[in-house]
């Protein structure tokens, strides 16, 4: 969309919206809990206080984890140079930390608390998820879908509410292929899905959900399990999700919660926002910022360690930077948070109809990248790579990898280990049989959307952009449209996995 072509109006009043209003937030020490925090705080410092839900015992582990993990974070550098020697000060009177969790009935915040903060907050945004693709069952049920639920219900305890948010995610579309279009999931207790796709898109058979039943299945499943608890339940739950067509644990579940929170919401206001793939910042509030525990593929395949990898080159990514879902997220929460209207919206910030690039592209640029600018071993060294190679089957992915791994550690036909230090070449195979299945692990996980053919039309998020001043899109930008995909992951995204993930930077270079 060009943003300079639209004709002048009057805007969204997103920063009018959040000046002064107290916001509940959950799930503010993960990747965008973080990211959303900080934009509210330096793009609008006269919002009003934010509570934030952080699983802790007693008040002062909270406030020690609240500093520790946000008020210390990185990600708020450009926050803590504008405010200076007074940025802990600031920071300490903006933001609340609650003692609490979203498995808890009330959130396990006691009566108290609940009085005292019921009567300032306005806002309540649900960013708190279990993210685990494979996740145990049990788990992601109470995370995903009854996680939403409590914190709805703790909401219709705040007298001055005007909007709840929920973040999910555009994958709650299920397997089905085709256009799927910004529309909320209806559920009667028990019922499938109801379509949020039209003709355009390839019809499935599922069976009922009746989500009752997934609840009660999985609280027995628990209960009959004395050993592997954690694995069979990791494989229950992605076995119940491909059943009833999904392709991961995470999904399913978080479409249960969208469904639980149409089915209890009454006449509160509701946003549900569904990003694609999160990835680092594009801009704000510094380009490249990322956080997790994991190592993506990319950095993988820089490593030299995942030259290959199941996938149709062709297949659309779907990712899209964090500050422009944190953008459409404020947007959204002060549209709909000013009109007051008693619906839900459904928002899906995602690339692949607006702005879509190929798995084939991302590769491409990161070769170049890695070329140009390698990553190093642990000993400091160079690590040179080749063109990524989309293998059609696990098969065929398995046995490559299997023999790179062989190779990269001494264990390919010809070499010695085993006759000399047969101690060794054990320990050496065991690791290479870990590496191994880390590796066909993830391919497995990923494979079905690197043959994925869905696409999330943006239909309601380009109208909200079209509703914002020409001073609204520059300060909260989220036009997908305005992505160069060849400069961002090459300038941006890789640079910020490297420094953020990787703890790498190319001046560490050894010749």
Request: aromatic share 10%; glycine share 6%.
């Amino acid at each position: 969309m060009d943003q300079e072509s639209s004709p002048p109006c009057a805007g969204v009043g997103i920063v009018e919206f959040l000046q002064g209003k107290s916001y509940f937030i959950t799930g503010a020490t993960g990747f965008l809990g973080k990211a959303l925090v900080e934009k509210m705080l330096r793009g609008v410092p006269e919002v009003g206080r934010l509570f934030l839900l952080i699983k802790e015992k007693d008040k002062e582990d909270a406030m020690k984890r609240l500093k520790s993990e946000i008020i210390n974070a990185e990600v708020f550098k450009s926050l803590k140079a504008i405010h200076g020697n007074s940025y802990e000060a600031f920071m300490i009177s903006k933001l609340v930390p609650v003692c609490g969790d979203v498995c808890s009935e009330n959130l396990g915040i006691d009566a108290q608390t609940t009085n005292e903060i019921a009567k300032e907050i306005d806002v309540i945004i649900n960013s708190a998820a279990q993210t685990t693709w494979d996740a145990r069952y049990d788990v992601a049920i109470n995370i995903n879908m009854k996680g939403p639920a409590r914190v709805l219900e703790f909401g219709k305890k705040c007298k001055k509410l005007r909007l709840f948010l929920h973040v999910s995610t555009a994958y709650v579309n299920g397997t089905r292929q085709g256009v799927f279009y910004e529309k909320p999931f209806c559920l009667d207790r028990r019922s499938t899905r109801r379509d949020t796709i039209t003709s355009k898109a390839q019809e499935i058979s599922v069976p009922f959900l009746d989500i009752d039943a997934e609840i009660k299945l999985a609280s027995v499943a628990v209960e009959s399990i004395s050993k592997n608890a954690d694995q069979i339940m990791r494989e229950l739950g992605t076995e119940r999700a491909r059943i009833h067509g999904w392709f991961s644990t995470y999904e399913m579940t978080k479409a249960m919660g969208e469904m639980l929170v149409n089915s209890l919401r009454s006449s509160i206001p509701t946003v549900i926002i569904r990003p694609s793939f999160i990835e680092s910042t594009y801009r704000e509030p510094f380009p490249g910022w990322i956080q997790g525990y994991k190592v993506p593929i990319l950095a993988a395949y820089g490593q030299g360690q995942l030259p290959c990898f199941v996938g149709d080159p062709d297949t659309i990514v779907d990712s899209v930077p964090m500050d422009m879902v944190v953008n459409a997220t404020l947007a959204a929460l002060a549209k709909h948070g000013i009109d007051g209207n008693p619906e839900l919206h459904v928002y899906h910030v995602a690339t692949s109809f607006a702005n879509p690039h190929s798995f084939k592209d991302v590769f491409n640029y990161a070769y170049d990248y890695f070329s140009s600018s390698p990553l190093l071993d642990s000993k400091g060294k160079k690590i040179s790579i080749r063109p990524m190679e989309f293998l059609v089957s696990m098969d065929s992915f398995t046995d490559l990898i299997k023999n790179e791994v062989a190779q990269r550690s001494g264990l390919a036909p010809g070499d010695n280990v085993y006759i000399s230090d047969p101690k060794r070449y054990l320990r050496m195979q065991l690791a290479c049989l870990k590496t191994v299945h880390r590796f066909v692990r993830i391919a497995n996980t990923y494979k079905a959307y690197m043959f994925y053919k869905g696409r999330f039309d943006v239909t309601n998020t380009k109208k909200l952009i079209e509703d914002m001043s020409i001073e609204e899109r520059k300060k909260f930008n989220f036009d997908v449209e305005s992505i160069n995909w060849e400069h961002y992951i090459k300038s941006v995204h890789i640079p910020g996995v490297r420094k953020h993930l990787l703890r790498q930077t190319p001046a560490h270079a050894k010749l």
